[in-house]
């Protein structure tokens, strides 16, 4: 079955520090990609997208993910964060034969602490 | 450009009550879609469309109806609410179902 999975729930880090957050999926065919924020009481803003192409996407905020086929992952970094920072993360994916139909994962919490 | 807007923001319902969750967009999208969002489960696709006329079912459709006779608007229906569609409810849309998709602000519907 296809799945898509985000091993953290809860993440907490020290303003400046950097950040990785893990994405793993299950998909026959490389899919569609993406990171999303949510912070608290707000809808999901896009971060960065992975169509094809160049394995390291540049998004806005200063993030950026890999893409690597061989593990399946699609992991999202930043060098130093900020408390502004703060919020839930999700990971998403669409099958290419499931054209729409972004699945998620359970999403991470980022907690920024002084 | 508003974007994606959604209303009510809120909104507290009895068990049996009926309601539409609104959702327009004024970016020309033809793809639109609702989700739910309940703790640790991350969002799950309800219903989405392919632009005016037709709509297909997601993940979880049961009890829930859509329709989508303009390109801006997708209404979500809950014909008779039930303490289980307690959840947020947001609705997203974007150029077509090969593009990201962009979301509107929410609504958190309980269901008592």
């Known amino acids: 079955a296809q799945s898509v999975t985000q091993p953290d729930i809860h993440i907490t880090v020290s303003e400046g520090a950097s950040l990785e957050l893990r994405c793993n999926y299950s998909?026959?065919?490389?899919?569609?990609l993406f990171w999303y924020v949510q912070s608290p009481g707000q809808g999901l803003q896009l971060l960065l997208k992975?169509?094809?192409?160049?394995?390291l996407v540049q998004g806005i905020k200063g993030f950026e993910a890999e893409f690597k086929r061989s593990q399946s992952s699609f992991n999202l970094r930043k060098p130093s964060v900020h408390w502004s920072d703060a919020a839930e993360y999700f990971c998403?994916?669409?099958?290419?034969?499931?054209?729409?139909?972004?699945?998620f994962g359970a999403g991470t919490q980022v907690v920024v602490t002084p | 450009n508003a974007g994606v807007t959604q209303t009510p923001k809120f909104q507290v319902l009895k068990t049996g009550q009926s309601m539409t969750l609104q959702c327009a967009q004024d970016?020309?999208?033809?793809?639109m879609s609702w989700y739910r969002q309940d703790p640790g489960m991350g969002l799950r696709l309800i219903h989405y469309?392919?632009?005016?006329?037709?709509?297909d079912q997601g993940e979880v459709p049961n009890g829930y109806n859509v329709s989508r006779s303009t390109t801006e608007d997708f209404p979500l229906r809950l014909l008779s609410a039930a303490p289980s569609q307690t959840s947020v409810y947001f609705c997203?849309?974007?150029?077509?179902?090969?593009?990201?998709?962009?979301f509107g602000p929410g609504t958190r519907l309980t269901v008592t």
């Open positions: 997203a849309s974007s150029y077509g179902e090969r593009y990201e998709q962009y």
């Open positions: 998909y026959g065919a490389t899919p569609y």
């Open positions: 992975y169509f094809s192409g160049d394995t």
């Open positions: 998403a994916v669409v099958g290419t034969d499931s054209w729409g139909k972004l699945q």
């Open positions: 970016m020309n999208h033809e793809y």
């Open positions: 469309s392919v632009g005016a006329g037709i709509t």
